[in-house]
């Protein structure tokens, strides 16, 4: 089965840029039907959606970070990436990728384990 | 921008009760409602799309309803690993996709 995993930097200095990636094993993520996302969890609060990605590369964003990200993916490597820039410590955060099901509803069937990203000098 | 408001923020409950966790939305959001299991130190865990639609492997006590802007995650008899943190999620209106701020689901 589908399975994601993570990987990111760990620490990131203020205002520098964020980048995670996802590995996705297990199925393609050329395959249609299903959208690319990811989703932070602040440290003790609750989930906050940062946009998604088809693997034509056709994204949407959540507007309260929308100037500050970008997503791309890479076919080849099975992979999809987040870059979040002029991070601050408001960006400090676990980072998971998820895989979007277009039949649920748009509901996220398959997670990563996270990744925590910790912004400070 | 759909905002979700769930109640209780914690229910104190013991194995074998029934659960009952709701998710208000300031407006309809039809039927992409999902619900989501999150366990300390672990990822989400999707079990209800399409309001009531189980997610595969999902256990039959685990069940959902509602329409419009009401929704609610029963689960009809407590085990023991049902204790965590509970999310409901829009994709209705969009974006943003917008969580839920969550229910606790803690051992009396």
Redesign the interface.
């Known amino acids: 089965q589908v399975q994601l995993q993570e990987s990111g930097p760990g620490l990131v200095q203020p205002l520098q840029t964020l980048s995670v990636s996802c590995t996705v094993s297990g199925g393609s993520i050329s395959t249609g039907g299903y959208y690319w996302s990811w989703i932070r969890q602040h440290p003790g609060k609750?989930?906050?959606?940062i946009?998604?990605i088809y693997y034509s590369e056709s994204s949407?964003?959540?507007?309260?970070l929308k100037s500050r990200v970008t997503m791309s993916v890479d076919t080849s490597k099975n992979q999809f990436s987040l870059n979040l820039s002029s991070v601050t410590a408001a960006d400090t955060a676990v980072y998971?990728c998820?895989r979007v099901?277009i039949d649920?509803?748009?509901?996220?069937?398959v997670?990563?384990?996270?990744t925590t990203v910790t912004v400070s000098s | 921008e759909s905002v979700l408001t769930q109640s209780p923020a914690t229910l104190s409950l013991s194995p074998g009760d029934r659960a009952t966790l709701s998710c208000r939305a300031n407006q309809s959001i039809s039927a992409y409602l999902a619900w989501y299991q999150q366990k300390r130190g672990q990822a989400p865990r999707l079990l209800i799309y399409d309001t009531s639609n189980r997610a595969p492997g999902i256990p039959a006590r685990f069940g959902g309803s509602g329409s419009a802007t009401h929704f609610t995650l029963t689960i009809s008899s407590l085990e023991p690993e049902d204790f965590a943190v509970y999310y409901c999620q829009q994709r209705s209106h969009w974006p943003p996709l917008t969580f839920g701020g969550g229910t606790k689901v803690e051992l009396k």
């Open positions: 609750g989930l906050e959606w946009g998604y949407y964003y959540n507007p309260s998971y998820a099901v649920y509803f748009y509901a996220m069937d997670w990563g384990p996270g």
